[in-house]
């Protein structure tokens, strides 16, 4: 989108948000810890996620 827009000169400064839904933003286990990671935990964090992007957990916001 940001790229696009500088590629095409209509790109304009300022904040741009990002999110889980866009898909720019994701959370990724580290693979070395991730054993360690116990399965409940593990589907907690998918169920947040799912919530999240369905717009059913809001996630705070910091103003800029």
Do not use: C, H, M
């Amino acid at each position: 989108q940001i790229a696009r827009g500088v590629k095409e000169g209509t790109y304009k400064s300022g904040v741009n948000r990002f999110n889980l839904k866009s898909g720019v933003i994701s959370l990724v286990l580290n693979p070395g810890l991730e054993s360690r990671v116990p399965a409940e935990v593990k589907k907690e964090i998918e169920e947040k996620q799912a919530a999240i992007v369905g717009g059913t957990l809001q996630v705070p916001r910091g103003d800029f």
